[in-house]
Every structure is written in C-alpha cells, then in structure tokens.
C-alpha cells in the first residue's frame, strides 16, 4: 500500500506526548485481524505504536507493516518496528524497537540514517548503562510485572521502584512494558512514569477504539 498524499512523518519522537504505547502481538488479538486492532487503537487516541510480529516471514510482515503504516500516517501517529530493521528502511517506517539479542542500535542508526527513532529494550542495571552509549532515543525497562509475552518472560518482574531507580541512571527517555493493567496507571503515572506501553489491554478489548479511550483518560486523571 502507498502512503496517502499530503501525509507526512510526525516529528522525532516526544515521550511527553505519547504517554500510551501500543505493542502488537498476532497471537493476542481474540481472532480478529491485527490491523484491525491497530486501527481501533488508534482512533482510540494511541500515537506510539510498535509493530511486532516474531513469527511471520519477511514478506508477510511488510505487507502488514506497510498497511499499518499507512493507517498510522492517516491519524499522525508514529509507527515502529519490532526488529526487521531492513523491512523499517525499506517501507519508510518511523524507526524500530529492538531487544538485547537483536541487531545492535549502531547498526541500525547507520542503516536508517539519523532522523529513525530507535528504541532499546532493557532489564537491568548492566543493560540500562550499556544502553548510555548507545544511540537510541528511548529505552524501555521491564518488565514492570510479571507477563508471558515473548520479550519479557526470561526476565524478573522489576516493580515500580526498580523502574524508576533504572530510569534515573539514564540519560535516555524511557518506556515501561510488562504485564501493565488498567489498575496499575494511576499509581505509575502519580509516581513519574511517563509512558507505558501496553499489549492484551487494548488488543483483547471487545471494542479497541473505546477501551484506548478509557486508558487515556485514566492516565490523564493520575498524570501530576
């Protein structure tokens, strides 16, 4: 799919404005097509979304990436990849968010240029202050709780007060993932988180678009 004219990329990527992180997961949709989720996260009021899929082969996740793409650039959100940094390079995706074991973010800088958002995956305090010399925009430190998906599970629930000591030893922005429900947002964002990124909330929703709604709104009330 071609991106529709007269729309443009977002800015650099602004965590202050993007306090909701929606990450795609194919087998955590309750049937339903992915993009379909997508699109209701994003008439939900999402922004910031991460595309990813560890199983699908090269071909069938541009395909998919280039429509969510396309629906991202629709609402003015950002749109980045989970890994397949070529795939992100080739579609003209935002940027991509990649873990410990993936391609190592200088890498990915060179391939996609220095305008890419690229954000790190980490888990401890090693992680975090390796992440210091690394050119990345944001890092995400978790899992905040305990969670099954895929990019969390070898790895110990940190909570909320391991959280933001980590944060605090980077100069980098962060993100927080991991087994987050609508229950925990207000103590996390009356506690100085800034954005959280969130999987089944919104993708196993019965209505995407309308549970989107309700997460914001929490998360304005507890915003301080």
Do not use: W
């Not at 799919?1 to 955590?28: C, E, Q, W």
């Not at 090693?126 to 050119?135: D, H, K, Y």
């Not at 905040?144 to 980590?166: N, Q, S, W």
């Amino acid at each position: 799919m071609s991106i529709p004219p007269g729309t443009a990329a977002p800015a650099r990527l602004d965590l202050s404005t993007k306090p909701l992180y929606f990450v795609t997961d194919h087998n955590l949709t309750g049937g339903r097509p992915q993009l379909d989720i997508v699109r209701g996260a994003l008439e939900g009021g999402v922004r910031l979304v991460q595309y990813r899929d560890k199983d699908l082969p090269d071909a069938g996740f541009e395909h998919e990436a280039r429509a969510a793409l396309e629906l991202c650039r629709r609402h003015g959100a950002i749109l980045l990849l989970n890994d397949r940094v070529e795939i992100a390079a080739a579609i003209g995706a935002d940027g991509v968010h990649l873990g410990q074991g993936d391609m190592p973010p200088a890498a990915a800088r060179k391939l996609l240029g220095q305008q890419a958002i690229i954000g790190l995956s980490t888990h401890n305090r090693e992680e975090v202050l390796a992440a210091e010399s690394q050119p990345v925009d944001y890092i995400n430190i978790g899992p905040m709780f305990p969670t099954a998906t895929k990019d969390h599970i070898d790895y110990p629930a940190l909570g909320i007060d391991r959280v933001l000591e980590l944060a605090r030893l980077s100069r980098h922005p962060f993100t927080t993932m991991g087994g987050i429900k609508a229950g925990h947002l207000r103590d996390l964002f009356a506690r100085g988180v800034q954005t959280v990124a969130m999987v089944t909330e919104i993708s196993l929703a019965p209505d995407p678009a309308a549970r989107t709604r309700e997460l914001l709104a929490d998360i304005l009330s507890a915003r301080p």
